[in-house]
């Protein structure tokens, strides 16, 4: 039987809304010539909604449909330069715009698009990369930005240069030591930035997201590897050594295993040759590496987006 003694109305605690997944494709004809942005974005917003909930009083809010009106519109009257300044403009134009809205949150994901060389005139044809996905989150609250960037599905692999020994042994251990083994992960990683303030000199968005990616890869592919985890600390150090405008950096890294095949029944040996590559159960790594004095902000759950 449910305990009712207990006193206090329920109240109302964190909430936001906001339309999902608004998917908006931009080209730019530049002539002949056409560049493409393609975004998956995200609005989230947050302020005083408690009437809505409390009563279904509408009077403080912004329908979801308007939010989905406003990215087309922004794609037509500010461009798409970056995905983070994109979210800038949206956030901004959210909460400056509509008094009872106190915070906005963007969340976008880029696609690539690669160009496809044609002979003759114009250059209009792309094909999809299918390499990482490119992330930013933007928060603002009227006074402070929060400018997250990112990206996931970026697999990476090290066919040699790693080993994985002297751990803790129980009675349920049986993976044996490996001295030479596959080094492999879907790198999920997101970045935040020290910029909070437009007073501050703005980042070139797209100039950090490249270089830190080459920092990345620079540093998952140069450090002999002794486990994920140093391997981990490596390209966040590497990141935040090169990149003074990153203080922080958040790393999600599935072990994608290559277990090597036993070949012995068929007369071969397997000399670090054939493997299997198994999708699950997976090891998985997460840590996130500070500029020394920074504090942590980025949360865990924000390297599923």
């Known amino acids: 039987m449910a305990d009712t003694s207990r006193p206090g109305r329920p109240v109302l605690g964190q909430n936001q809304y906001g339309k999902a997944e608004n998917r908006v494709v931009k080209i730019t004809r530049?002539?002949?010539?056409?560049?493409?942005?393609?975004?998956?974005?995200?609005?989230?917003?947050?302020?005083?909604m408690e009437e809505v909930h409390?009563?279904?009083s509408n009077a403080n809010v912004l329908p979801t449909d308007t939010t989905k009106n406003t990215v087309y519109a922004f794609a037509k009257k500010h461009g798409i330069d970056s995905a983070e300044q994109f979210g800038i403009h949206l956030a901004r134009h959210f909460v400056t715009s509509q008094e009872p809205i106190h915070r906005a949150r963007i969340r976008?994901?880029?696609?690539?698009?690669e160009r496809v060389e044609t002979p003759g005139e114009g250059a209009h044809s792309f094909v999809r990369?299918?390499?990482e996905t490119r992330l930013a989150q933007i928060a603002y609250d009227g006074e402070r930005w929060e400018v997250v960037s990112g990206l996931k599905d970026l697999t990476v692999l090290n066919s040699t240069d790693s080993e994985f020994w002297g751990y803790v042994r129980d009675?349920?251990?049986t993976l044996p030591e490996a001295r030479?083994?596959?080094?492999?992960?879907?790198?999920?990683?997101r970045w935040r930035y020290h910029w909070a303030d437009d007073a501050e000199p703005v980042p070139d968005w797209d100039e950090s997201y490249a270089r830190t990616r080459e920092h990345l890869l620079s540093a998952f592919a140069e450090t002999y590897s002794l486990s994920l985890q140093q391997t981990l600390y490596a390209m966040g150090s590497r990141i935040v050594d090169h990149r003074p405008e990153i203080d922080e950096v958040?790393?999600?890294?599935p072990n994608k295993h290559?277990?090597?095949?036993?070949?012995?029944?068929?007369?071969?040996?397997?000399?670090?040759?054939?493997y299997f590559a198994a999708d699950r159960p997976y090891g998985l790594i997460e840590a996130t590496v500070l500029r020394d004095g920074c504090e942590a902000r980025i949360p865990a759950d924000l390297t599923n987006l």
């Open 30 to 48: 530049d002539g002949a010539t056409h560049h493409i942005k393609d975004l998956n974005v995200s609005v989230s917003l947050s302020g005083d």
């Open 54 to 56: 409390y009563s279904g």
């Open 108 to 113: 976008i994901e880029e696609y690539a698009w």
């Open 129 to 131: 990369k299918g390499q």
């Open 171 to 173: 009675e349920y251990t």
């Open 180 to 189: 030479d083994r596959v080094l492999a992960t879907d790198v999920s990683a």
């Open 250 to 253: 958040r790393f999600s890294l």
């Open 258 to 274: 290559h277990f090597l095949v036993d070949l012995t029944p068929f007369g071969l040996e397997n000399d670090n040759e054939v």
